[in-house]
């Protein structure tokens, strides 16, 4: 018998009991979509329960996920998370609930592709990998925003996994062994972002085991579509830098200061909208080529106020157990 064919016996023999755990705030509007996506997972049905956990919504997120679950073939269980206004505390009580060995992860604005699940699962057969990350990509979106936010990959695994500290998935898209978070404990509940970097880095760095990334287990998401979403969500990616440099004491990122962005507004201004106006006149060029200098400086001053302004909470220390 060849390799080839002995590792495709190998992994198609391999179907562990799965625990998809996926905390919502205010989702309703997400749901259908949602559900219309676990449906179309080719992960056989039973092996995998749905953890669906509300964190105390002020919409119908938590009436829809009981009717849901009475209603679909999938194995949906909803949960609630009221005590602590948190993903991860939300993401706490779907692990303790969990019956899986593999707690998989994602989003309720995310849209799972119909191969994610048996992709993600796939790398566990190996017994030393302990996290798997799959891919991010964008839905397809139109405005100026989400055209230049898809150009930058900006949601693509490939920045985390190659942090020069260590190597981490996001949440939308991430699966962890239950015996390693037995070991390295959950997340911190307590913390409002920089969670997904904090656990697979605690988890690598006890030596519990190795993270590998799943490139065939995709997950699509939606880019901003405002500047004032654009700007909170890179605010949120200088808080995170922030927290994990108070936690680990990592390297904080380059502030961009005034006087960097006015001279590179200026060169832009003088060189690079002439230029590319010529460009786009000819057929070559876009209006998110016109504008992405000041759209990237943009995102650069508010990562800088997000990590300026932040101040790690003191409870954030706090790590729970399974």
């Known amino acids: 018998m060849n390799d080839n064919l002995v590792n495709t016996v190998t992994t198609d023999a391999f179907l562990p009991k799965v625990s998809v755990v996926i905390p919502i705030y205010n989702g309703a509007a997400d749901l259908p979509e949602l559900i219309d996506c676990l449906l179309a997972q080719t992960y056989p049905k039973q092996q995998v329960e749905y953890l ?16 849901t679950a009475e209603s679909s073939p999938l194995l949906i269980r909803p949960l609630s998370e009221k005590q602590i206004q948190s993903s991860y505390a939300a993401r706490n009580t779907g692990i303790r609930a969990a019956s899986g060995e593999i707690i998989a992860f994602t989003d309720a604005d995310c849209r799972p592709q119909p191969e994610w699940l048996h992709a993600l699962i796939v790398p566990f057969v190996n017994d030393d990998v302990a996290i798997v990350a799959g891919e991010i990509t964008a839905l397809p979106g139109q405005s100026l925003l989400e055209v230049f936010a898809e150009r930058q990959e900006t949601l693509s695994q490939k920045h985390t996994l190659a942090h020069k500290f260590c190597p981490y998935g996001q949440t939308a898209n991430l699966a962890i062994r239950r015996q390693a978070l037995e070991k390295a404990g959950l997340f911190r509940p307590y913390l409002t972002t920089g969670g997904d970097a904090d656990i697979c880095w605690r988890i690598q760095r006890e030596n519990i085991g190795r993270l590998e990334f799943a490139s065939g287990a995709i997950v699509q998401h939606r880019h901003r579509t405002t500047l004032r979403e654009l700007q909170s969500q890179w605010r949120r990616y200088g808080r995170s830098n922030r927290y994990l440099h108070e936690l680990y004491g990592i390297e904080l990122m380059r502030d961009i200061t005034l006087k960097e962005c006015s001279y590179r ?30 759209i990237g400086l943009f995102t650069a001053r508010a990562r800088t106020a997000g990590q300026r302004e932040a101040k790690l909470p003191k409870k954030a220390t706090i790590i729970e157990n399974i």
């Open 265 to 294: 507004l200026a060169r832009w201004l003088l060189k690079e909208l002439p230029r590319d106006s010529f460009k786009a006149l000819a057929g070559k060029a876009s209006l998110v080529d016109l504008l992405n200098t000041p």
């Open 52 to 67: 669906l956990v509300d964190n105390n919504s002020s919409d119908r997120t938590y009436v829809l996920l009981q009717q």
